[in-house]
Every structure is written in C-alpha cells, then in structure tokens.
C-alpha cells in the first residue's frame, strides 16, 4: 500500500530533488510512497498559458489564478480517489500555514494520501483556499520563492515515518524529536582525529552505559540549546533516573 503524494507545482522538475537521492529515492522505487505531478500550465485555458494576474486591489507581484488550479487539484482528487483514497487531505505550503512539527508529521503519516499545493509569486487566489485547501501548513517564519521547496520538507519527513522507508524502523522513532529531546553527540573511526578522542564510554561495549550516557548527553543538549523541548519533557513528566541524569549533568560542568 503506497502513500499517494500529488503535488500541484508550476516546477515538477524540482521534485526530483527526492525522488532522485537518497532515502525517499529508495523509498519511491519500492513504491513505500508514489509521487505524482500537476502542472497548473498545462490546465490554463489561454494561448499563452497564463497562471497568474495582478492583484485585485493593487500591491507587488503577482497572484495565482483560481481555475489552472482547481482543475489541476480537481485531477489530483481524480486520481487519488482512482487510487481507492477518499479522505485525502489538500494542503497549501504557506507562511501563514500551522509551524510544521514532529507531532504533525506523524499524524498526516497516518493518511493514506495527500495533495500539496505549491504557490509561487505572492501566493494564490483565496477562493481556491475557500474551496479547496483542508489545511494551510508552514515549515518556519519566512518567506521562500515557491512552496515546492517546503512541499519536499514534508514529503521527506513524513516518508521517513512510513513503514519500510528507513532499514531498521526504530531510527524513524529513535529520532530526536520523537522523545522531545535533542539527539546525543554521534563518534565514527578513527578513535582519535587530530589529537581528539572519541568519549571512553562509548568503546566499553556496556550498552547500558553506554545508554545511559547518551540519554544525559541529550538532556544536557537539550537544556542547554532548547530549554522550551525540555519544559515540554517537564510537562510531560520527566523520570527520576533523568532528572538524576541532567543534575549530574549540571555538576560536570563539561559544556
Ligand atoms: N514558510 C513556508 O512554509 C513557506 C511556504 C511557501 C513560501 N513561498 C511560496 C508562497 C509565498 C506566499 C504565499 C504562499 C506561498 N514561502 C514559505
């Protein structure tokens, strides 16, 4: 059962960036996800193949015309409903859109499909947001040239979550955000690099140490650089082993 991804995009091109590398490479050639692009062009009905217009009102830029894309979301249903998909979800990349987070990905994990809706210039007509859009999602407070690059950031994080996608699932759940704590520190050969050694604990092949120094490590990262995860750990309850962890932590002073 494949996750079915359209993606309405004036750059089709531009998708290959995850079809063509990597994980969501392999991803897409075992089918655990299906990719499929729209062209608003190849739907406008002129000569010239106009997408957009001025705004109503005045104002910089351009705007996107409704009709290309609703006919070409209007196909991506089609298809997804072919697919046997009928609670696909539309999605507008925008910066007005939710702050994308781990908890998000995982719940749109779930579906079986999605259509993504890429906007260029200064976005798209409002009443194909009224008609057509479920949710308007953003992957941080600034603006970029088109929403494809923010249409891959989801596809990838999303992919990563999908059974298959990764070799040993647990590394999908082991990621550092799944636990609201940000990753330990990571060593490969050689043990010593310009004089640097990799930390002892983690040569002694006593996995639960080695465990245990990871889990502080995280913690004392995640005080350090983002006290706002761990108040969130805090909230959901933070053990007594941890807490005793990041007060050790707090001791050595080693940062
Ligand atoms: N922060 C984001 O997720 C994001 C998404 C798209 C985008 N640019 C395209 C666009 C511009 C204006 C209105 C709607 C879409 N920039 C940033």
């Not at 647990?170 to 010593?192: C, G, H, K, M, V």
Request: glycine share 8%; charged share 25%; with cysteine.
């Amino acid at each position: 059962m494949s996750f079915e991804i359209d993606v309405i995009t004036l750059f089709p091109d531009m998708l290959d960036a995850i079809t063509k590398y990597g994980i969501t490479s392999r991803a897409s050639k075992n089918e655990i996800f299906r990719l499929h692009t729209w062209n608003p062009r190849h739907f406008a009905k002129d000569n010239y193949r106009t997408v957009d217009d001025s705004p109503y009102g005045g104002g910089p830029g351009m705007v996107m015309l409704a009709q290309p894309l609703d006919e070409a979301i209007t196909h991506a249903r089609t298809r997804q409903l072919a697919e046997g998909i009928n609670e696909t979800k539309v999605i507008y990349l925008s910066p007005q859109g939710e702050l994308l987070n781990h908890e998000k990905i995982l719940q749109l994990s779930k579906l079986r499909g999605m259509i993504l809706l890429c906007g260029r210039y200064e976005g798209i007509d409002e009443r194909i947001i009224m008609r057509q859009v479920d949710e308007e999602i953003s992957i941080g407070n600034y603006v970029i040239s088109g929403g494809e690059l923010a249409a891959m950031v989801l596809i990838d994080s999303i992919v990563r979550q999908l059974p298959g996608a990764l070799g040993s699932a647990d590394s999908a759940s082991e990621d550092s955000f799944a636990n609201n704590l940000l990753e330990y520190p990571q060593y490969t050969r050689p043990e010593i690099y310009r004089g640097d050694a990799v930390p002892p604990i983690l040569l002694s092949g006593d996995h639960a140490k080695i465990n245990r120094w990871r889990l502080q490590q995280s913690l004392g990262k995640t005080w350090l650089k983002r006290p706002d995860l761990l108040d969130l750990k805090y909230k959901q309850g933070i053990s007594k082993e941890e807490e005793k962890l990041l007060e050790e932590f707090k001791q050595t002073k080693n940062f």
